[in-house]
């Protein structure tokens, strides 16, 4: 993952580079957080999975569904998620899309 930005530092959320699928991009590393930046091509799965501490995720375009606690969740532009320490989730990019997480440390 590259280097958190700097305090202040103004983000483009949109800028994605020109490859193919961009790796997890680490956008914002605090104590108490870290915001990283998820470019999706459409088909791309993410399997199970559990985080240790309490994370959101917000889809900023496209549309991704989110597979938690045995439901299906379709999440679009605009939308937002919260999820439990250990909860289990799995997701799969229904077209091209961009996500941010951001999880507790």
Do not use: W
């Amino acid at each position: 993952m590259d280097q958190a930005f700097n305090a202040g530092q103004l983000i483009d959320l949109h800028d994605v580079g020109s490859a193919a699928e961009p790796k997890p991009k680490l956008l914002v590393s605090t104590a108490s957080m870290n915001v990283l930046r998820l470019v999706l091509p459409a088909g791309k799965v993410i399997p199970e999975h559990k985080a240790a501490k309490e994370i959101t995720v917000q889809c900023l375009i496209g549309e991704v569904d989110f597979i938690t606690l045995g439901e299906t969740v379709k999440m679009t532009a605009g939308t937002m998620l919260y999820l439990q320490p250990g909860q289990p989730h799995s997701l799969v990019s229904i077209s091209d899309a961009i996500v941010l997480v951001t999880k507790a440390n």
